[in-house]
C-alpha cells in the first residue's frame, strides 16, 4: 500500500439513504491513528495521508489507503477523525464518525450494535518477543508455558491468550505502543500481534523478534478472526452495499500491494 494509490474505475453506486455524519459531500471516518501499519499518526503531509480533524499531524496507512478508495468510489471528501480504540463504536452509533476503518474484526458480539463489510485484509496470528527473552527458539504455543502474555483490550487478540497452556494472561492495555512498552521492559514476556503489524514493530524495535508458528501448532483462529473490516451503524444499509462494491473492486495483488506500501513508508517509531 503505497505513496501513489492506484486509481479504482467503479461503476455508479446508488447511495440514497447512506448521508454521512458531516454532510452529503465527505465522508468520515474513525480510527485510532496508533496501530502500524494499519494506521499511525505523522507529523508530515505526504501522499495519501490525510489530516486529523482538529490537529496538526496526519494520519497514513493500509487503513487510510482503503477508507480513501471507498470516498473516491463514493466521489466524496475523506475526513479522518482520530479515536481511541474503545471510543469507536460509540463514536459511529453517536454520528460523530460514518464508518470506522481501524483494522477491526467482525465479531458477533460487535455486530450487536455495527453492521460490518466484506473483508479488506487477511492475515495471521504471531507472538512478539525480545530477542534476549527465553522463548525466542519456541515453535509452538506449548512452548510458552509460563509466560507472561498481553495483548490489546476489547479484542480477539486477548481471548486466544488461554489457548497457552500454563499461560500467565497479563492485564490487557488499551493500545498497542503501551504493548510494546510492556515487552521492551519485560513486565511481559510476549504480545500477542498480527503479522503485519508485527512485522512493522519489529522493524522499528531491534530488540525484539516474531514468534510465528506452523499450522496445528499456533493459534487456533477462524477466518472471521484474521480478517478486518470495515463497521457502519446498522441503519446504514446503502452506504454498506456501496462500500462493499468498492471493495469488490479492489484486487488481491492491490491489496497486497498498499500494505507492503504501508509497510515500507511508515515513520520510524510508529
Not at 70 to 94: H, S
Request: charged share 20%; aromatic share 6%.
Amino acid at each position: 500500500m503505497r505513496k501513489i494509490i492506484t486509481a479504482i474505475s467503479l461503476l455508479t453506486l446508488l447511495l440514497a439513504g447512506c448521508a454521512p455524519a458531516a454532510n452529503d459531500n465527505t465522508i468520515i471516518v474513525g480510527l485510532e491513528c496508533n496501530y502500524a501499519p494499519f494506521n499511525w499518526t505523522q507529523i508530515e503531509s505526504t501522499s495519501p495521508a490525510v489530516k486529523i480533524q482538529g490537529d496538526v499531524a496526519y494520519c497514513d496507512g493500509y487503513d487510510i489507503a482503503i477508507a480513501q478508495a471507498i470516498a473516491d468510489g463514493l466521489n466524496k471528501t475523506l475526513v479522518v477523525k482520530k479515536i481511541a480504540w474503545e471510543g469507536l463504536e460509540p463514536a459511529l452509533n453517536n454520528k460523530e464518525i460514518d464508518m470506522i476503518v481501524a483494522g477491526m474484526t467482525d465479531t458477533a458480539e460487535r455486530r450487536q450494535s455495527v453492521s460490518f463489510s466484506t473483508p479488506y485484509y487477511a492475515s495471521d496470528m504471531v507472538l512478539i518477543v525480545r530477542k534476549d527473552s527465553a522463548f525466542v527458539n519456541a515453535t509452538k504455543l506449548a512452548d510458552f508455558s509460563g509466560a507472561k502474555v498481553i495483548a490489546q483490550l476489547s479484542t480477539f487478540h486477548d481471548d486466544i491468550i488461554d489457548q497457552i497452556p500454563g499461560v500467565v494472561h497479563m492485564t490487557p492495555l488499551s493500545s498497542f505502543p503501551l504493548l510494546v512498552n510492556s515487552v521492551n521492559t519485560k513486565d511481559a514476556d510476549a504480545m500477542v500481534s498480527e503479522r503485519p503489524v508485527a512485522i512493522s514493530i519489529v522493524a522499528t524495535n531491534s530488540n525484539l523478534m516474531i514468534i510465528s508458528f506452523e499450522e496445528g501448532l499456533g493459534f487456533a483462529t477462524s477466518f472471521e478472526d484474521t480478517t478486518v473490516s470495515v463497521a457502519v451503524r446498522k441503519s446504514d444499509t446503502d452506504l454498506l452495499a456501496s462500500i462493499n462494491t468498492i471493495l469488490a473492486g479492489i484486487s488481491d495483488d492491490t491489496r497486497n500491494e498498499w500494505m507492503a506500501d504501508a509497510l515500507a513508508r511508515q515513520p520510524e517509531g510508529n
